[in-house]
């Protein structure tokens, strides 16, 4: 028998443009659920006509009816071996992806779909959200009710594989709560994983959706259809770009706001998996000792801390009339030590009836915070639950202004409170090179307490740190040496990358701000502990080189007083025929016969073979000019030395062709910020620092270097610092530069070539 198949309609489709109140019509429940059913309709009008045995099926958001904007469509198309299948199938399948909608499509057998389901989690969880939609409603009935039967009886089987699964695809999307540019669907806590806790309630492992679940899936299925309606295609992940007009159709303040509010539902919903989780893995365990029900073994873990079935809870001598109010912190300080969760029954009685801290902190509060800043692996996860039940901000009040404040720099990879736990958890790994530890942890926690304050993080950060310092108990020494660590966090990476480390001047006043090795130490452990919590962006090798070469060099001044001489150039460039070209690994070494324009010229060839500068420094001696680069290859992959090496000679030699084809590629810098000059008078011992800060494009160093040249300045050290799309480059201009014209005669040449 043909099967006839009905010539297909429009598909469905949100409209394309309009207004933000237009647009605002198409979001929330109602709307998902209109589009499911016309979508339905669509693909019923397609079906063939009085067909028996065969069915259509629809799984994930359209089995939901949880359709966005421009959702992919998941189908089934089931049958009970009706001839013909495949060509039905493809009469099917054309329409829709003519209709360019996304389709996920299988063809199956009910023995078939379930045998799948059996062994494979994922289309085992999926057919938890099957729905008739067209043909034989009898045989979507039966695929239905086995497969929620088969799930039942499987689940403590297969949540082991779907939580490894899981796991891998948190590590590569990361933690939707604490990412400025999280994807929706498949980061942690994100829509992937209400599915998960849907189908985890479905097995009756756990109660998991539960109100505040249940409204933080609402939100993000919001979230995602302005998402989808904002950028007018199919899209998960929230970049910086869309916030602004995803809040406003969601009518929320801005885009920050709605950061924290997608923060806030990711939080609830990988909390409430970690709970699921638990649950699962509590009711496997009986199972394989047999279901034999008994009384649960307690093993003392801490004082009134003991661990019972895998979770930690009070210990009864612990709950009395009027509990210890240190007693949140030191439980907290025991999960993360043995790494074991702290039960919910537990964190919710301790959010209720524990009293608050006392001003200033008894030893044993200030002990336990110590010990639950370092205590490694086990912080972040056990922050994370105290968070969740408000614990915290019993602790620290301040922490609600932080609570997932974004941060817009582009190195930046976490929210500001995620970043200064993970600074925390990094400092973890310098705690034996320091003689205070503690300072260590307590500093990397507070470094970035100012941000989301008026005026500058260190500066008006230092006295909140104090503040906080001296309310945990701290002893005045101790509260400076914090406050200190606060103001001058950024002191040593700055420095380190900015100016020129020969020059005594550096040295000199880098000694002087911090006064004593142990707070140089301290910074030092404090720097690398925050670029690593930053992101990669922050952190390279070259960048750990210059930070110890600079507290080497400091450190000797704090011991003896001494301070560096200034370099002389490689004795090898001095003597023999010009023009002489070195390389030695990130090193490049350029001489030539005196003449201007050889620092633009060399950085200008460095960049047509993607070397980023880093440092720079230029020399005339014996009527021989002299350039040094520190570089590092932009993609990775070093450049090609024989290539390199005769581009330098021609460039060296005079030839122009080099600079004429970075013209030709130049690029032009992103929007943003207009750039600035800042000029820095007592920067250097026999110069002025000029300080450009702008945004980064192809060739910028060699259009600046060619501006100081024709404007008449003398360059003798550059050093080159990128964060993200943005540089801080300091030119090192011979002379006094007293006159305040010569000033802005040269700043706006500069500016004209940014």
Not at 44 to 73: C, E, K, N, Q, W
Not at 258 to 281: C, E
Not at 679 to 708: C, H
Request: net charge negative; hydrophobic share 50%.
């Amino acid at each position: 028998m043909d099967a006839v198949v009905s010539e297909p309609s429009a598909a469905p489709r949100v409209p394309a443009g309009g207004s933000p109140a237009d647009l605002s019509q198409h979001l929330g429940a109602a709307a998902r659920a209109q589009r499911a059913a016309a979508l339905d309709a669509w693909l019923t009008a397609m079906f063939p006509a009085h067909l028996p045995g065969i069915s259509l099926v629809a799984v994930g958001g359209l089995g939901r009816r949880d359709v966005a904007p421009y959702s992919d469509l998941d189908l089934v198309l089931l049958h009970n071996g009706t001839a013909g299948i495949d060509r039905i199938a493809s009469a099917l399948w054309y329409p829709i992806w003519d209709a360019r909608l996304g389709l996920d499509h299988s063809v199956r057998t009910l023995p078939e779909a379930l045998s799948v389901a059996h062994d494979d989690v994922k289309v085992s969880l999926g057919l938890l959200d099957a729905r008739h939609v067209a043909g034989d409603a009898a045989l979507s009935a039966e695929l239905i009710a086995a497969a929620g039967d088969q799930w039942r009886r499987t689940a403590v089987r297969l949540l082991p594989q779907l939580k490894e699964i899981t796991a891998a695809r948190w590590a590569t999307h990361g933690e939707l709560a604490f990412l400025l540019e999280g994807d929706l669907k498949e980061a942690a806590g994100g829509l992937r994983d209400l599915t998960i806790l849907r189908g985890i309630g479905r097995a009756g492992v756990a109660d998991t959706m539960r109100p505040a679940v249940r409204a933080a899936d609402l939100r993000l299925l919001d979230t995602r259809d302005a998402l989808h309606l904002s950028v007018g295609r199919r899209v998960d992940r929230l970049v910086a770009q869309e916030r602004a007009a995803v809040a406003e159709l969601l009518d929320v303040e801005d885009g920050d706001a709605l950061l924290r509010r997608v923060a806030g539902d990711a939080r609830t919903v990988a909390h409430a998996l970690d709970d699921a989780w638990r649950a699962a893995d509590r009711l496997r365990t009986g199972r394989r000792r047999g279901g034999v029900p008994g009384a649960p073994v307690r093993r003392p873990v801490a004082r009134d801390v003991v661990e019972q079935d895998g979770e930690l809870v009070l210990a009864r001598t612990a709950i009395g009339p009027v509990p210890d109010p240190t007693l949140s912190l030191r439980v907290a300080a025991a999960a993360a030590t043995v790494r074991l969760p702290i039960a919910r029954a537990t964190c919710e009685w301790l959010a209720s009836f524990c009293p608050p801290l006392p001003t200033p902190w008894p030893p044993a509060a200030r002990a336990a915070l110590v010990s639950l800043l370092g205590s490694g692996p086990g912080l972040l996860p056990t922050w994370e639950a105290c968070d969740r039940y408000g614990l915290i901000d019993a602790w620290l009040p301040e922490w609600a202004r932080m609570r997932s404040l974004p941060q817009h720099h582009p190195v930046h990879r976490y929210t500001l409170d995620r970043h200064l736990v993970q600074a925390a958890y990094e400092a973890t790994a310098y705690a034996r090179e320091v003689d205070r530890p503690d300072l260590l942890l307590l500093g990397a926690f507070l470094h970035d307490v100012g941000k989301g304050l008026p005026g500058d993080h260190s500066t008006v950060g230092a006295p909140v740190a104090a503040d906080i310092a001296t309310r945990i108990g701290l002893p005045p020494a101790d509260v400076a040496t914090i406050e200190k660590l606060v103001r001058l966090h950024l002191l040593l990476p700055d420095v380190a990358t900015r100016r020129d480390l020969s020059d005594p001047v550096t040295i000199s006043s880098v000694a002087e701000a911090v006064g004593d090795a142990t707070t140089l130490d301290l910074l030092h452990a404090l720097a690398r502990a925050d670029s690593h919590a930053t992101g990669p962006a922050a952190w390279s090798d070259w960048k750990s080189r210059l930070i110890a070469e600079l507290v080497r060099r400091v450190r000797t001044a704090l011991d003896t007083g001494a301070l560096p001489e200034p370099p002389e150039p490689d004795p090898e460039l001095l003597v023999g025929d010009l023009p002489a070209v070195h390389l030695d690994g990130d090193r490049v070494a350029v001489a030539t016969a005196d003449r201007r324009g050889l620092l633009g010229s060399v950085a200008a060839c460095l960049a047509m073979h993607r070397l980023d500068v880093v440092a720079a420094d230029a020399a005339t001696v014996d009527g021989r000019a002299i350039v040094e680069f520190r570089t590092q290859p932009r993609y990775g992959s070093p450049a090609d030395p024989v290539a390199l090496a005769a581009d330098l000679r021609r460039v060296a030699a005079g030839d122009v062709s080099v600079t004429q084809r970075l013209r030709a590629r130049a690029g032009t810098a992103r929007d943003g910020a207009a750039p600035r000059v800042v000029w820095l008078r007592a920067a250097a011992t026999d110069a002025v620092v000029l300080e450009l800060r702008a945004a980064d494009s192809a060739g910028l160093l060699y259009r600046v270097a060619s501006a100081l040249d024709e404007a008449g300045a003398e360059v003798r050290a550059a050093r080159i610092s990128t964060l993200g799309g943005d540089v801080v480059d300091a030119f090192y201009l011979v002379g006094s530069w007293a006159d305040a014209a010569e000033r802005e005669r040269v700043e706006a040449a500069v500016l004209a070539v940014v």
